[in-house]
């Protein structure tokens, strides 16, 4: 149900580009937290179908104690 909500999303963004979807590049920026970590997932599987260009991207800016650890969870996704 939500791949099918965000084909439809993705679909009507390419058609605002007017650009096909295997021309889109797409980048997705993640914490290391469950709820980036899931739309990367869910993103690379829509990836398979739509053929678009994904890219994920992680910053630490060492706000917290976990930071480090977060930042190699990222680096493994």
Not at 35 to 44: A, E, H, R, T
Not at 66 to 77: A, E, P, R
């Amino acid at each position: 149900m939500l791949d099918r909500h965000l084909e439809s999303k993705l679909s009507i963004y390419a058609k605002r580009l007017d650009k096909n979807l295997d021309k889109l590049s797409i980048l997705v920026c993640i914490s290391g937290g469950v709820d980036s970590s899931v739309l990367l997932n869910i993103m690379f599987m829509l990836r398979s179908k739509f053929k678009f260009k994904l890219n994920a991207a992680h910053v630490n800016y060492s706000f917290h104690n976990k930071s480090d650890l977060m930042s190699k969870h990222c680096y493994k996704i």
